[in-house]
């Protein structure tokens, strides 16, 4: 049973601050991992995907990847009210048929 | 770019009726589409993964019987509920991979489903 494992939260932060989002997988095999934001009542939105070790910037988000701890993140700078969402953490599953696992998500509160 | 639609929004249905929700990938083709279904403050579950031209794969206790997937053409997947029962009312939602980027999943706004 390939898992994802994220904190539910909520995680609160003011506005203005920096969010920190965390993630584990257990596939050791997976190579490619993404950060879906999902409002209340919406579908998911892709807003990052990461395949290599390290960071990876995209405006006022970083994501970061450690292949060798099992570990992604994702950093949400200046956060406003409007970043307010559950953020989905997502991994595709190592052996083919393009099946992503997804974590039950993140809610993030950003405090005006 | 990389715009997926779905059809209709939300739906009221009977007890005992059908009802097919279309799912389209508007400005890219897709190698394979998805079927997800989430209750409120869950997760999502995939249901099932459809190919163009293909038998779609579902998920453990997922029945494929009750859930009829179609994948006629690379733009265009259609769930259809069979016979339809109020445990089945949650949201529904479809995503599909570009053929050019076959590993990144965009969705669709979802199916709100509810059956009285």
């Known amino acids: 049973q390939k898992e994802v494992e994220q904190n539910s939260g909520p995680l609160s932060v003011p506005e203005g601050a920096i969010a920190s989002l965390n993630c584990t997988y257990s596939d050791r095999g997976s190579q490619s991992f993404f950060w879906y934001r999902q409002y209340s009542g919406k579908s998911p939105e892709l807003i990052m995907s990461i395949y290599s070790n390290g960071d990876k910037e995209d405006g006022r988000f970083t994501a970061q990847l450690n292949k060798a701890s099992q570990y992604v993140s994702l950093l949400i700078r200046d956060s406003q009210p409007s970043d307010s969402a559950t953020y989905l953490c997502?991994?595709?599953?190592?052996?083919?048929?393009?099946?992503?696992?997804f974590g039950t998500g993140t809610k993030l509160q950003v405090i005006p | 770019g990389a715009v997926v639609s779905q059809h209709p929004s939300w739906v009221i249905c009977k007890s005992g009726t059908s009802v097919k929700i279309e799912c389209r990938s508007l400005d890219f083709q897709a190698t394979t589409m998805f079927w997800y279904r989430q209750f409120p403050k869950q997760s999502l579950m995939l249901m099932a993964t459809?190919?163009?031209?293909?038998?779609?794969?579902?998920e453990q206790g997922v029945e494929k019987d009750k859930f009829l997937i179609n994948h006629a053409s690379l733009t265009l997947s259609t769930l259809t509920v069979t016979s339809a029962h109020p445990e089945d009312s949650s949201f529904y939602i479809c995503?599909?991979?570009?053929?050019?980027?076959?590993?990144?999943?965009?969705f669709g706004p979802g199916t709100r489903l509810t059956v009285t």
């Open positions: 459809s190919n163009e031209g293909s038998k779609a794969t579902y």
């Open positions: 997502a991994v595709l599953n190592s052996g083919g048929y393009q099946k992503v696992t």
């Open positions: 995503s599909a991979t570009p053929t050019t980027r076959s590993y990144e999943q965009y």
